[in-house]
């Protein structure tokens, strides 16, 4: 198999640009596809600095995005984005600035839609496990609890079972 040659600094930072330039990026990631294309990891660390002096990378807006579209577009709660971010090594200040920018009663929205959808599949059931399930199903796309329970209750509250 035949081996490719490095990029050079300077070409692997007008990649890094124009991939930036087309979605916002976390550094870890940019990090990764540097020594991907063969940099040491000095010459990675000069391009992200340089990326990040000209704004191609931007820790908030990458934490303001993410948070945007994992919550309008995947349904995420609060604890997932906030742990997917901080596994992209993004720092709290700027997790706890895009988590704030969540409309609450969007938040709430999205809870009832996702209750309302997974209710078709446990309407028959033992109340007990129908809210079982809603409150797993809940938490497991990283609501709080402090969210889920009284949305829960609620719900159950307007079908008309008892738990």
């Known amino acids: 198999m035949k081996m490719k040659k490095p990029l050079s600094a300077e070409a692997a930072l007008t990649r890094a640009a124009a991939l930036c330039a087309r979605s916002e990026q976390a550094e870890i990631d940019v990090r990764?596809?540097?020594?991907a294309w063969g940099l040491?990891?000095?010459?990675?660390?000069?391009?992200?600095?340089?990326?990040?002096?000209?704004?191609?990378?931007?820790?908030?807006?990458?934490?303001?995005a993410y948070c945007r579209d994992k919550f309008n577009f995947?349904?995420?709660?609060?604890?997932?984005?906030?742990?997917?971010?901080?596994?992209?090594?993004v720092g709290q200040t700027a997790i706890d600035a895009a988590l704030a920018e969540i409309d609450a009663a969007r938040y709430r929205e999205h809870i009832d839609k996702l209750l309302r959808d997974k209710w078709r599949d446990v309407a028959g059931k033992d109340?007990?496990?129908?809210?079982?399930?809603?409150?797993?199903?809940?938490?497991?796309?990283?609501?709080?609890?402090d969210a889920i329970y009284p949305a829960v209750d609620a719900f159950m509250a307007t079908t008309g079972s008892k738990s």
């Not at 995947?74 to 090594?89: E, P, Q, T, V």
């Open 74 to 89: 995947n349904g995420w709660g609060r604890i997932k984005i906030a742990f997917m971010l901080k596994s992209k090594g």
């Open 127 to 145: 109340p007990r496990l129908a809210r079982a399930a809603l409150l797993r199903l809940a938490a497991s796309r990283g609501y709080e609890p």
């Open 40 to 64: 040491t990891p000095a010459s990675a660390a000069q391009v992200i600095e340089r990326l990040q002096d000209e704004h191609f990378l931007d820790e908030q807006r990458y934490a303001r």
């Open 32 to 35: 990764a596809k540097l020594l």
